[in-house]
T-cell receptor, first 113, second 113 residues
């Protein structure tokens, strides 16, 4: 069974704090993704990575950075959290190539006060 | 940029009736179209997908149709049941090593008893 886990289910931070969200997968997947999910906006891609130390910007990368030092681990970093980053963050992983299922983590609901 | 539009945003149907969700995509190079289902409080999961070399695919009560000329695809659920209540996301992707997927904004489907 594919397992994608995220470091926290709920997180409350203050404006200006540095926030780390971590995602770990156990299927040796090359591709990993970070999305944010907001009502009415669907799943918007923040960043993705197709190999260790590789990263690509998604549709909404502003205010975020990522780190992929190991194949199984993909971290999302909010350098200085702001209230408009309050959202549900979902991590996903997949094998490379067309038609590869994305397996999602349980999500982290981040609230920035 | 690449875009996937999904309609309707909410849909309520009587148990036993059919439900149809429609999506259009902008990138004519897209050739893979998955559908994900997200039950309340859970992670999105793939339920069915279709590739551009076929026009229709069926799996028990769910089916997807694809019209490449018009750049639209649809999800059909027949004989709806209470467990079909969820948010459904369509998506489109082109063949690339990074397998980036563009998601629609989601449809909240409610099944009335």
């Amino acid at each position: 069974d594919v397992k994608v886990t995220q470091s926290s289910r709920y997180l409350v931070k203050r404006t200006g704090e540095k926030v780390f969200l971590e995602c770990v997968q156990d299927m040796d997947h090359e591709n990993m993704f970070w999305y944010r999910q907001d009502p009415g906006l669907g799943l918007r891609l923040i960043y993705f990575s197709y190999d260790v130390k590789m990263k690509e910007k998604g549709d909404i990368p502003e205010g975020y950075s990522v780190s992929r030092e190991k194949k199984e681990r993909f971290s999302l970093i909010l350098e200085s959290a702001s209230t408009n980053q309050t959202s549900m963050y979902l991590c996903a992983s997949s094998s490379p190539g067309l038609g590869r299922t994305q397996y999602f983590g349980p999500g982290t609901r981040l609230t920035v006060l | 940029g690449e875009n996937v539009e999904q309609h309707p945003s909410t849909l309520s149907v009587q148990e036993g009736d059919s439900a149809v969700i429609k999506c259009t995509y902008s990138d004519s190079a897209s050739n893979y179209f998955p559908w994900y289902k997200q039950e309340l409080g859970k992670r999105p999961q793939l339920i069915i997908d279709i590739r551009s070399n076929v026009g229709e695919k069926k799996d028990q009560r769910i089916a997807v149709t694809l019209n490449k000329t018009a750049k639209h695809f649809s999800l059909h659920i027949t004989e709806t049941q209470p467990e079909d209540s969820a948010v459904y996301f369509c998506a489109a992707s082109r063949d690339s090593s990074a397998s980036k997927i563009i998601f629609g904004s989601g449809t909240r489907l409610s099944i009335r008893p």
